[in-house]
DNA sequence: GTTAGAGTGATATATTATAACTAATAACGC
DNA sequence: GCGTTATTAGTTATAATATATCACTCTAAC
């Protein structure tokens, strides 16, 4: 158990940040990435991306199924999976290999693997744009003369908010 | 089975190098670690890191459990699994987080995260020393005020061998 | 409106990993 | 040596993650 007696976080919904118009704005640009590339903006894709961005948190494959199911019906593992697949084929989520976790992506529209901080005391991930690590890693690759194709850069620690004073 | 009338091939000696000594080595190295930290170097924890550097390919799970299962009796997954995370807690083997595999640690002496160049196309598997890769990441965790714990870093791609001319 | 292909549903199963409890063994103080 | 204790290993069961395969449905394009 933590401290009975804490301030009443009152930063709780300022923490929630704009979360619904978070997950608009990426629905919003998933569905125009789809256009782009021929591909059908589906409601079980629409869905699934949604309930992936619906925390700052990366969502297990089977939390997802299980709110799925909670909107639709004949939903099974195939469908989550096959969904996720195509979701992250378009850059539109992330895999994060070392949870076995998916968060949405915050840059669909670069072409990129994402480097991620994630905090193991809240979970809170956040997505690193900074071209210089894959610059560095292409680098050190080809001191090997290694030709990279994907990165998984997944840096486990604590965010600002859970380090001790 | 195997195309049957293919050449011989000449390399696998060499490709091999001199993977016996390489084994003799790690194995060694793990002893003395071990010893060094009141840890003891058993039997099963033996044989397992040898399973695990027996291939220059990360070894998954239930491969070495079938390895293992060869050579003793009594080998159940949590066999394995126990064994791996000892060997793991005394950077004696890395795992693969993006493959769910493991590979023996070729720095055993120094504390670090591992950084991998992963072969796609034979899984050959190479642990990168650079110490730069590391100062970088922090650098940029920094950036964003973070205090990074744990590195995952597994850059997937082509190693020379397998790249097209 | 037919049709080809994409998308989804349904069922089964494979793969990866952990929990919880028991038995065996080594280390330690005497 | 001898019993005590802690560590290691064995045993059984099950949870969590992921894929294969086939059938049915919908939709876009003609």
Redesign the interface.
Known sequence: MSKTSQPKRKTERSLKHNHDACIQTALARAEVRCAQEGERFTGLRRQVLELVWSEHKPAKAYHLLKKLSDIRSGVAPTTVYRTLDFLQERGLVHKI??LNAYVGCSQPNAEHSG?F?I??NCSEI?E?E?S??SA??ER??Q??????????????????RC?PA
Not at 144 to 150: A, H, N, Q, S
Not at 151 to 159: A, W
């Open positions: 290999e070392s480097h901080l905090c193991e956040r690193i900074n210089k690590i560095w890693l050190a690759a001191d090997e003369e290694f030709k990279i194709k994907t990165e998984t850069v997944e840096l486990l620690g604590l965010c600002i380090q």
